[in-house]
């Protein structure tokens, strides 16, 4: 099964990237390279770093999972550290360092792809992050239109919630911008007034940056979008909150299960919201909706969320396609949006990763080898429920684009 594009125009290939990445065992002296193992989609590309770029690369417990942060057409940002902080170990702010490998080229063998450099980027000040915020899920990588990958910036943002009793009656949060523009010696920060948000007056925690058309947005999936332009000479700061087909609760089992539920990626150029709706908890699983929205820019910082695809988990289930995976009629969690193909949501249930054409309700993507897909660690921590956490969906280079003429799939 292949899943369609919806434009007449050729589709940008792209892998559906593993984050968790594997560790070549090489040496200081004799230094390897940050790799690519592409395969096609929806299959897992997994990529491999060298041993030689660890912050301590004799040290005995050295991260053999560095993490992925974020891909986009500047490179790869990946985080590296040593145990017990590796893998998905996402929830404080760890040691390490934090890598682009950019400039991707053809390797030796088919399907192989070879970063032709690494740039590690200076360690910020660890005393202006604040406590409790993860660093990992708060950095986005995002370049600069028309630069072609070779102009971007590196950014963190944390939101401090204002004092109610504040007696010059300013009530307005207020954000800082912590960020690393390529070229550059060091980190720079900026201080910036943060949007009303329906007088929120706890700290904002992401879940999630998007790059996207030289902005990047901190995605909170209860509260909604941050986005600026941290290019700018003075960023400014956007606030759009969600499209809910449904309102949420905030209790502990909701907040707990929203990365299965919510996520928010980039296809065919727009940020789209994808969410598996239900109307109340005690609702039958059936009823539940696979929704897909897409934000719609105006005039000025107008914005708004526009209905883009919808389909019943039943009518999913229900189809010849679906029934032929041999899967059970359970809700699954999200995983991927095709980049190129809106109308794609990939899911994952028991191991098994699929894509379903939200618009017909029905299955055009199938992984049969769970096994091939993803390997989690977590240093001394469990790792999290299989989310779009394990995966990313990244668009490749034009240096890359002949590669799946010889990608070669595991049989």
Not at 14 to 23: F, I, K, S
Not at 42 to 66: E, G, I, W
Not at 264 to 273: E, H, I, P, T
Not at 316 to 324: G, L, M, T
Request: proline fraction near 7%; hydrophobic fraction near 40%.
């Amino acid at each position: 099964m292949a899943s369609s594009s919806s434009s007449s125009s050729p589709a940008p290939l792209w892998v559906a990237l593993g984050r968790v990445t594997l560790v070549q065992h090489d040496s200081i002296k004799d230094p390897g390279d940050v790799s690519l193992k592409l395969a096609l989609p929806p299959r897992a590309s997994t990529l491999t770093v060298p041993m030689s770029v660890h912050p301590k690369p004799d040290y005995d417990d050295t991260d053999r999972h560095p993490y992925v942060i974020a891909a986009a057409d500047a490179g790869l940002l990946l985080h590296v550290s040593h145990w017990p902080f590796v893998g998905f170990d996402l929830d404080r702010d760890p040691p390490g360092i934090v890598l682009v490998a950019r400039d991707f080229l053809r390797g030796a063998g088919p399907g192989e792809a070879i970063a032709a450099s690494v740039v590690r980027i200076p360690d910020r000040d660890r005393r202006q992050c604040q406590a409790g915020i993860s660093s990992i899920k708060n950095t986005g990588l995002v370049s600069l239109p028309g630069s072609g990958g070779a102009d971007y910036a590196v950014a963190e943002l944390y939101i401090s919630a204002s004092d109610e009793d504040d007696d010059d009656g300013d009530d307005d949060d207020r954000a800082t911008l912590l960020f690393f523009r390529s070229r550059a010696d060091s980190w720079v920060q900026k201080d910036l007034r943060c949007p009303s948000m329906s007088g929120r007056r706890w700290m904002w925690s992401s879940h999630d940056v998007i790059g996207h058309d030289g902005k990047l947005w901190w995605v909170n999936l209860v509260w909604g979008l941050l986005g600026c332009d941290p290019f700018a000479d003075e960023p400014v700061l956007h606030h759009v909150p969600l499209q809910e087909t449904y309102p949420i609760g905030h209790t502990a089992e909701v907040l707990q299960d929203i990365e299965r539920r919510r996520m928010v990626r980039v296809s065919q150029g727009k940020l789209r919201f994808v969410e598996l709706a239900c109307h109340k908890e005690e609702e039958e699983e059936e009823e539940t909706l696979l929704v897909v929205w897409t934000l719609v820019f105006g005039r000025g910082t107008f914005t708004r969320w526009q209905h883009h695809r919808v389909a019943r988990l039943a009518s999913i289930w229900a189809s010849d396609s679906y029934r032929a995976t041999g899967l059970p009629a359970q809700v699954p969690a999200l995983a991927l949006l095709h980049p190129s193909n809106p109308d794609v949501v990939y899911l994952y249930l028991e191991q098994y990763l699929f894509g379903v054409n939200v618009a017909q309700s029905m299955v055009v993507d199938f992984v049969r080898r769970p096994c091939k897909l993803v390997e989690v660690v977590a240093g001394h921590k469990r790792p999290p429920p299989v989310s779009w956490r394990h995966f990313l969906a990244w668009e490749l280079p034009c240096s890359l684009a002949g590669e799946f003429y010889e990608v070669i799939e595991d049989n």
